[in-house]
């Protein structure tokens, strides 16, 4: 089993920066892949950044190239997300994610944080 707990969502003004933190615990967690993913009211939960348990590689949605950049401390068992130059649009729950290297989907959770980008 793998518990994730997110923080360092808030408030910030459009051009702000945050960084999100999960710390994960579990025997499970060094062979599991991370990612980032949001959801806001009313539409389905999307991929934001994931990183791989294996060799590291990242993968960004298009909306945020550029802009976030994920990494993974192994010896913490812990992974961010910077999120810099945000829009309102990004205004969102994030959430911290992890799959198992024998699954094909994301079914550890945390259970979310809250950002707020203000116009």
């Known amino acids: 089993q793998v518990q994730l707990v997110e923080s360092g969502g808030g408030l910030v003004q459009t051009g702000g920066s945050l960084r999100l933190s999960c710390a994960g615990s579990?025997?499970?967690?060094?062979?599991?892949?991370m990612g980032w993913f949001r959801q806001t009211p009313g539409k389905e939960r999307e991929v934001v950044a994931t990183?791989?348990?294996?060799?590291?590689?990242?993968y960004y949605a298009d909306f945020v190239k550029g802009r976030f950049l994920i990494s993974r401390d192994n010896a913490r068992n812990n992974v961010a997300l910077l999120m810099n130059s945000l829009k309102p649009e990004d205004t969102a729950v994030y959430y911290c994610?992890?799959?198992?290297?024998?699954?094909?989907?994301?079914?550890?959770w945390g259970q979310g944080t809250q950002v707020t980008v203000s116009s």
């Open positions: 994610a992890a799959r198992y290297y024998t699954r094909s989907e994301y079914h550890f």
């Open positions: 990183i791989s348990w294996s060799d590291g590689s990242t």
């Open positions: 579990g025997d499970m967690l060094s062979r599991s892949s």
